[in-house]
Antibody
Framework: QLVESGGGLVQPGGSLRLSCAASKFSFSDYYMDWVRQAPGKGLEWVGRIRDSAHTYTTQYAASVKGRFTISRDDSKNSLYLQMNSLKTEDTAVYYC?????????????WGQGTTVTVSS | DIQLTQFPSFLSASVGDRVTITCRASQSISSYLAWYQQKPGKAPNLLIYTASTLQSGVPARFSGSGSGTEFTLTISSLQPEDFAAYYCQQGETYPITFGQGTRLEIK
């Protein structure tokens, strides 16, 4: 239901754009999150984009604010993560996830992840 | 930021054991706590939301409790497929934060 793409090897200071394709649910009705996991480490929330009813507003973790931008195209059922000024510490598996409101307040559907490696 | 501290970080147990993992928040998060299971090379899977509600399809041997700053995840009788990493996550306040994880391994 969620499939990420766009990961790869990039040099420090470079840019990369990740995509997440959604299917089998009404994508436009949901908030969407990005979560990452560095090799051998725990989960780190990257950011969130709300739905059109909440004017697509975004929230970011301090570690990526000003460098990463989350966007979405509801007509294409797609979520994006534009990553600029990449650092070696951004190396991780990046997951997109559907965030449920309505008393759940959790991420109930996850993609399989795409790997980003920042290295010279 | 709200810090979530899980303990233990590592747990060794046997099939059939009852295990409990604790997640402590640095400030009150009401009941906005979720638990996830993650197996190696896989995405996390939602087990419990709002502290104690079992996600659809999750076996009843999993249960959650707590509110405020102290929460627990209990597995009543460990099955071989339960050996994995477990994470708590708070949804009360931005930034969303996760606990550092508990790795559950077979004794």
């Amino acid at each position: 239901q969620l499939v990420e793409s766009g990961g790869g090897l990039v040099q420090p200071g470079g840019s990369l754009r990740l995509s997440c394709a959604a299917s089998k649910f009404s994508f436009s009705d949901y908030y969407m999150d990005w979560v990452r996991q560095a090799p051998g480490k725990g989960l780190e929330w990257v950011g969130r984009i709300r739905d059109s009813a909440h004017t697509y507003t975004t929230q970011y973790a301090a570690s990526v604010k000003g460098r990463f931008t989350i966007s979405r195209d509801d007509s294409k059922n797609s979520l994006y993560l534009q990553m600029n000024s990449l650092k070696t510490e951004d190396t991780a598996v990046y997951y997109c996830a559907r965030f449920l409101l309505g008393g759940v307040y959790s991420m109930d559907v996850w993609g399989q992840g795409t790997t980003v490696t920042v290295s010279s | 930021d709200i810090q979530l501290t899980q303990f233990p970080s590592f747990l060794s147990a046997s099939v059939g054991d009852r295990v409990t993992i604790t997640c402590r928040a640095s400030q009150s998060i009401s009941s906005y706590l979720a638990w996830y299971q993650q197996k190696p090379g896989k995405a996390p899977n939602l087990l419990i939301y709002t502290a104690s509600t079992l996600q659809s399809g999750v076996p009843a041997r999993f249960s959650g409790s707590g509110s405020g700053t102290e929460f627990t995840l209990t597995i009543s009788s460990l099955q071989p497929e339960d050996f994995a990493a477990y994470y708590c996550q708070q949804g009360e306040t931005y930034p969303i934060t996760f606990g550092q994880g508990t790795r559950l391994e077979i004794k």
